[in-house]
């Protein structure tokens, strides 16, 4: 069996079989937030928590800037080591390199002599409410190229998105990380994917011989749903689909493994059958190019156009479930009712 179609055969098992939405134990994730912020002092604490129902829980960006929230500059070697166990709780293994390999870029570009400031130490943590097993919080860690959300309601991890994730250099071409490529992933099943096409199924999958200058949503607060356009998963062959299913997976494995299955279920619900890809931009490697995935429920963004198609930005969305916000006002929503009961009996 071809490597592809085994993928394809795995993930659907995943995606096509098990109907219930997985829970992430939240056990680890809360010892480790609740051990990190007891180390920290009264001023240090009134940066980390902000309360759940800020308006800056909704406010994210991925370019290098001041943020809310605690930065590793502001913390005792001790509490930075706190601070990477509460990601290694949250992200699987390989999300964890990922995202520790993305921060070590900013020392490349400071090596390079980038004129904007860059400082690996310039990442936030911001807890939303404080780390419960039961009550509603919620995580953000955040900095140049990272960001990352988890809403918490209910005993479970309701939402891991926005799910954002770059890398500048894409493919490091200089000094002792030579070779470096946080994202090859990413980039090379999508690539892998089109050039796979034959010409009529090119016709419908590349858009546009130009790819635009970044992901279309930007940084919007509510990821907005992208023309019905591209070619659908029942226009692949076997192999291609295979293609598609594992680079979906690739985003997902960013999360602990709960999580991951939580977001391929989500996919199964809404239809696989739906899910389209979208091409722009050049073939071959090197050249600017742009790539989505979009089903019923979310969207994956992928973009390589800047500092000569060496800079990558990705980014997962989910319609309704950034930031947990359509869990959350089914809950309000119930609880709202059973509080007045008659006032939606007309």
Same mark, same amino acid.
């Given at each position: ?31 480790? /937030? ?21 308006? %800056? ?16 500059? $502001? =913390?005792?070697?001790? +509490? ?16 964890? +390199? $990922? ?12 090596? =390079? ?18 780390? /419960? ?19 918490? /309601? ?11 994730? #770059? ?31 034959? &010409?009529? @199924? ?7 011989? %130009? ?8 940084? +919007? ?5 992208? &023309?019905?356009? #591209?070619?659908?998963?029942? +226009?692949?062959? %076997?192999? @291609? ?40 931009? #050049?073939?071959?490697?090197?050249? $600017?190019?742009?790539?989505?995935? @979009? ?33 959350? $006002? ?6 709202? /009712?059973?509080?007045?009961? #008659?006032?939606?009996?007309?």
């Amino acid at each position: 069996m071809s490597r592809p179609r085994f993928f394809a055969c795995a993930l659907l098992a995943v995606l096509l079989g098990v109907a219930s939405v997985f829970a992430a134990p939240l056990d680890e994730l809360v010892q480790a /937030s609740t051990s990190f912020l007891d180390s920290l002092d009264s001023g240090q604490r009134a940066l980390a928590v902000l309360p759940f129902n800020s308006d %800056e829980r909704l406010n994210w960006h991925y370019v290098p800037k001041d943020r809310a929230g605690l930065p590793f500059k $502001k =913390m005792t070697d001790e +509490q930075r080591q706190l601070a990477l166990n509460v990601l290694r709780a949250a992200l699987s293994a390989d999300g964890y +390199q $990922k995202i520790e390999t993305i921060r070590s870029l900013e020392d490349v570009l400071k090596a =390079m002599g980038d004129r904007i400031v860059r400082d690996t130490e310039l990442f936030y943590f911001t807890f939303f409410g404080e780390p /419960s097993l039961t009550e509603t919080w919620g995580l953000r860690y955040e900095g140049h190229h990272v960001s990352l959300h988890w809403t918490i /309601s209910g005993g479970a991890v309701v939402s891991s998105c926005p799910q954002f994730l #770059g890398a500048n250099p894409a493919e490091v071409r200089q000094g002792p990380l030579t070779g470096t490529r946080a994202l090859s992933a990413e980039e090379d099943l999508g690539r892998q994917l089109v050039q796979s096409l034959n &010409e009529e @199924q090119r016709a419908l999958c590349v858009l546009n011989p %130009e790819a635009p200058p970044d992901i279309v949503t930007g940084a +919007q607060r509510q990821a907005a749903i992208q &023309e019905d356009l #591209g070619i659908a998963f029942t +226009q692949l062959n %076997e192999e @291609q689909q295979g293609l598609l299913l594992s680079l979906i997976q690739v985003y997902a494995n960013t999360q602990r493994p709960e999580l991951a299955e939580q977001r391929l279920a989500r996919v199964r619900n809404a239809g696989i059958d739906e899910i389209k890809f979208v091409w722009m931009g #050049g073939l071959e490697k090197g050249q $600017k190019h742009y790539y989505h995935v @979009q089903g019923p429920a979310f969207l994956i963004e992928y973009d390589n156009t800047q500092n000569d198609a060496n800079h990558i930005h990705t980014v997962w969305r989910d319609f309704e479930g950034d930031f947990g916000l359509d869990v959350l $006002k089914e809950h309000y929503d119930a609880h709202a /009712s059973a509080e007045h009961p #008659g006032e939606h009996q007309h």
